[in-house]
Every structure is written in structure tokens, then in C-alpha cells.
């Protein structure tokens, strides 16, 4: 069975590495036009991060996961 690494906290990602999206500056959520309805960025699929930036954690190789 698969746990979630601890030196990258699950993200995949090495320390501090990640770019911060442009399109929800960080946030993960974005306001939908037409009201107040907030919903998850579709540039960064909620992670507040550029997708494919950043690189990749050492000890899981950027799955998140490593075996117990």
C-alpha cells in the first residue's frame, strides 16, 4: 500500500518550487461570471500552482506517494 510523502507533503513537488497561477493568483478558486458563484480555477485544476511547474520531489518522483 501507497502513503502520502512526507517530504513533499503528497504534492509531488519539491519545496518552493511551484509557480503560482496567473489566472486565480494563487487561490485555487475563481469567480464565475453572472454572480457571486466561485468555483474551482480551470487553469489550475484548484491548485493554486501553474500545472507542470515546479520540480519534481525527490523521494516519490512527483507522485505524492511512496510505499510504506
Do not use: W
Amino acid at each position: 500500500p501507497a502513503i502520502k510523502c512526507v517530504f513533499c507533503n503528497g504534492s509531488g513537488v519539491y519545496h518552493n518550487t511551484r509557480i503560482t497561477c496567473t489566472v486565480c493568483n494563487g487561490k485555487g478558486m475563481v469567480a464565475v461570471p453572472k454572480g457571486l458563484i466561485i468555483d474551482q480555477c480551470p487553469e489550475c485544476e484548484g491548485t493554486g500552482a501553474a500545472m507542470g511547474s515546479g520540480m519534481p520531489c525527490v523521494k516519490c518522483k512527483g507522485k505524492g506517494l511512496v510505499s510504506k
